[in-house]
């Protein structure tokens, strides 16, 4: 087993995904983004940050162009003394994230979970999750107030021609809301716990789970809330590649700096 100093950090850079909903016909990961792949630029994050002894990154399997791309970047961590790793991911992000959970070193105590598919993260960011695992949270999270007023709502037929429609059962005071983002940092025997406990849940509360955070709840332990940054956008849809464009050297570059 690999050996890091001890009350290290790890960082899992979750990129197994397809990118179904980007559309772009290869792997999300893999898309470019100012030409370079999405999780190059992700791995490129997170090493800058400072904050990681062991960086792990999950890819899906057959996908060699990938596994090249992953390999380019793991020169540069080694060079920052970073130990630098490839996983499987899994058919869920959960089970990637359990993927590399297995290989995280000896001497690791946090961990921090991130997406690929936020390539933008600025430092600010993993130092505000840093410093609040420093200062005793075993879960914390970055997070953004939302802008848009949310509903829930539930299957309804209109009154004259029983068409399917939905309607609003109810509205969150917005003050209390906030739009979650990664990384999400935690203690590792709590995460490793976290995983445990969710291997007992079923298939539909399963399902309801879409973030880390969640699996923490689930064990009844806090879950602090740093704040996150607009540049932390996940890149889900065509629009978000071109915004991330910009952001990186589009109009939008000059006059739009968040930490
Ligand atoms: N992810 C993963 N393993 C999976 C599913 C998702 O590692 N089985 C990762 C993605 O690569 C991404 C992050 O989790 O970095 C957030 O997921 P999402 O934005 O949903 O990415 P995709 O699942 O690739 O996109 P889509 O849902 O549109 O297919
Ligand atoms: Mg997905």
């Not at 596994?67 to 970073?82: D, F, M, P, V």
Request: with cysteine.
């Amino acid at each position: 087993m690999t050996e890091v100093k001890a009350g290290s950090c790890a960082v899992v850079i979750v990129a197994a995904g397809s990118g179904q909903r980007l559309g772009y016909g290869v792997p999300k990961a893999r898309v470019p983004l100012a030409g370079q792949p999405m999780v190059l630029l992700a791995i490129r994050g997170v090493i800058k940050t400072g904050v990681a002894a062991q960086i792990c990154v999950a890819i899906p399997p057959d996908d060699p162009q990938l596994l090249t791309i992953c390999q380019s970047a793991a020169a540069e961590a080694q060079a920052k003394g970073i130990v630098f790793s490839v996983v499987e991911g899994g058919a869920e992000r959960s089970d990637s994230v359990a993927a590399a959970l297995a290989s995280v070193a000896e001497g690791v105590t946090t961990i921090m979970i991130h997406d690929a598919a936020r390539p933008l993260t600025p430092s600010g960011v993993f130092n505000r999750v840093a410093a609040a695992l420093r200062d005793g949270a075993k879960a914390v999270i970055p997070a953004l107030a939302v802008v848009d007023t949310i509903k829930t709502v539930a299957p309804a037929t209109l009154p004259a021609t029983g068409a399917g429609v939905e309607k609003v059962v109810g509205t969150p005071a917005r003050s209390v809301l906030r739009a979650v983002q990664t990384p999400q940092g935690f203690d590792l025997d709590t995460l490793r716990q976290a995983h445990a406990h969710a291997l007992t849940l079923s298939d539909d509360e399963l399902a309801a789970i879409t973030d880390d955070a969640m699996l923490v709840e689930a064990l009844g332990e806090e879950v602090f809330v740093v704040q996150g940054s607009t540049h932390s956008l996940k890149i889900t849809s065509p629009t978000d590649l071109l915004v991330a464009e910009a952001l990186l050297e589009g109009p939008l570059r000059p006059r739009w700096i968040e930490g």
